[in-house]
Nanobody, 120 residues
Framework: QVQLVESGGGLVQAGGSLRLSCAVSGNIFSINAMGWYRQAPEKQRELVTAITAGGSTSYADSVKGRFTISRNSARNTVYLQMNSLKPEDTGVYYC??????????????WGQGTQVTVSS
């Protein structure tokens, strides 16, 4: 059983900052990549940012220059530093882990989500 536990969401004014954390635990052979997704009300879930096992990162255009993903591999934890937040960043943020259950079987697991609300 693989579990992802997120923390760090909350209410912040526009221009403010928040830092999200996601800790992965359970029976994992290795992590292939981790990412943060978000879902705004009445919108589809979208990929915000991701980081691979090799440390490569990618960002949605809407958050480039404002958000930074990082990780602590030893602790199987990924972070999302969000600066210069805008009201349109509001949504439920989900952590995702793409991992190997063994040497050849890939699988995905999701966190429960954490609410981020940015007031104008």
């Amino acid at each position: 059983q693989v579990q992802l536990v997120e923390s760090g969401g909350g209410l912040v004014q526009a221009g403010g900052s928040l830092r999200l954390s996601c800790a992965v635990s359970g029976n994992i052979f290795s992590i292939n990549a981790m990412g943060w997704y978000r879902q705004a009300p009445e919108k589809q879930r979208e990929l915000v940012t991701a980081i691979t096992a090799g440390g490569s990162t990618s960002y949605a255009d809407s958050v480039k220059g404002r958000f930074t993903i990082s990780r602590n591999s030893a602790r199987n934890t990924v972070y999302l530093q969000m600066n210069s937040l805008k009201p349109e960043d509001t949504g439920v943020y989900y952590c995702n882990a793409n991992y190997y259950r063994d040497s050849y079987s890939l699988d995905d697991s999701w966190g429960q989500g954490t609410q981020v609300t940015v007031s104008s």
